[in-house]
Nanobody, 120 residues
Framework: QVQLVESGGGLVQPGGSTKLSCSASGSMNSLGAMGAMGWYRQTPGEQRELIALITRGGNTNYDDSVKGRFTISRDNAKNTVLLQMDSLKPEDTAVYYC???????????WGQGTQVTVSS
């Protein structure tokens, strides 16, 4: 069993910053290598959208909506993925979910979601 626990988020003013963290724990050794990790976000009535992804080797991809403002990073030794969010806009308001792909074939595991609200 693998658990992804998120922290961070909350209420942030427009133009402000916040940082999300997600740590994976559990019986991962039996499942295989930790592959890509990243973040989705979801607003009410909308589908979950991928906004940032980082491979085990450190290659990154961003959705155009966050490129240049968000930075994803990971610590493989700690099975942790981070999302630094800068220059936040009201349209960044959403529930943010981290994910990790583990094993071959890869299975996707999800965090519980954390709310980020950008408002003055």
């Amino acid at each position: 069993q693998v658990q992804l626990v998120e922290s961070g988020g909350g209420l942030v003013q427009p133009g402000g910053s916040t940082k999300l963290s997600c740590s994976a724990s559990g019986s991962m050794n039996s499942l295989g290598a930790m592959g890509a990790m990243g973040w989705y976000r979801q607003t009410p009535g909308e589908q979950r959208e991928l906004i940032a992804l980082i491979t085990r080797g450190g290659n990154t991809n961003y959705d155009d909506s966050v490129k240049g403002r968000f930075t994803i990073s990971r610590d493989n030794a700690k099975n942790t993925v981070l999302l630094q969010m800068d220059s936040l806009k009201p349209e960044d308001t959403a529930v943010y979910y981290c994910f990790a792909r583990i094993g071959t074939p890869a299975m996707t595991y999800w965090g519980q979601g954390t709310q980020v609200t950008v408002s003055s």
